[in-house]
């Protein structure tokens, strides 16, 4: 992890009419680190990876990445200044191939290639997370882990500076889990910045280098996983009294 600060989150607002999702949050994110961003459901999580890619706009405050503000850019344009992301639930083209999804990320994303170059440049891509000789099949004949293998893909296909996984280690089974950690952290030795939403306490203590703990739209703790795990309000807001 580096020191120097790669994302900034200032005092971001976010409303839908007269819910407040987002409380007027404040974070940064070094380079080259994994940042957990943890809490209970409905702690404004996924509306702050939103916000950072640009699926909503903030209704107050500023994310700047760069010292470039990304605040009010549109979601097309945050995704060329190097911010990729995956979904909470799985979004893949199913009409498209595996292949053709994942030279959409290059595409449309950081990264610009056309052509065979591109074509080459995605099926690496597929054997980074793990996906060989699938590139020709239909993205909905895949089952639903591997069809998070192919998000991950497009994601990476933009050669992005920061990836936002949003409950990617989801329902895998022990084997996969293992599997998918040591793919996250290959992505911080490759150079990547990763904002980890998760729910595994594994992953979390195993990958990130700290947390930001939300609930109700506030952050209510920052710190290393084994600070931020042991803080009586994490424990009560989020990991329950019998938490050890």
């Known amino acids: 992890m580096s020191n120097a600060v790669l994302l900034e989150v200032r005092k971001v607002v976010k409303r839908f009419g007269g819910l407040v999702a987002i409380n007027g949050v404040s974070f940064d994110v070094h380079e080259h680190e994994v940042l957990g961003l943890i809490g209970p459901n409905g702690s404004g999580k996924t509306t702050m990876m939103n916000l950072i890619s640009g699926a909503l706009p903030a209704t107050d405050g500023y994310i700047a990445m760069d010292d470039k503000l990304l605040t009010d850019l549109p979601t097309r344009k945050i995704a060329r200044a190097g911010i990729a992301r995956t979904f909470q639930l799985v979004k893949v083209i199913p009409s498209m191939t595996v292949l053709e999804n994942v030279m959409a990320g290059a595409v449309f994303g950081h990264k610009k290639l056309w052509g065979h170059a ?8 597929l054997e980074r997370v793990g996906l060989f000789g699938v590139s020709h099949k239909p993205t909905a ?29 989801a329902g895998l089974n022990p084997t996969e889990l293992q599997t998918g950690i040591e793919l996250i952290r290959s992505l911080r030795d490759d150079g990547r910045t990763v904002i980890l939403v998760e729910h595994v306490m594994d992953a979390i203590r195993s990958l990130c280098d700290r947390c930001v703990v939300m609930s109700t739209g506030n952050i209510i703790a920052q710190g290393t996983p084994a600070d931020v795990l042991a803080d009586p309000q994490v424990i009560e807001a989020y990991l329950g009294e019998d938490y050890e």
């Open 118 to 125: 591109l074509a080459v440049y995605a099926e690496r891509q």
């Open 141 to 169: 004949d895949l089952t639903y882990i591997d069809q998070k293998r192919v998000e991950l893909a497009r994601a990476l296909a933009s050669d992005p500076k920061v990836i936002l996984l949003d409950e990617w280690l």
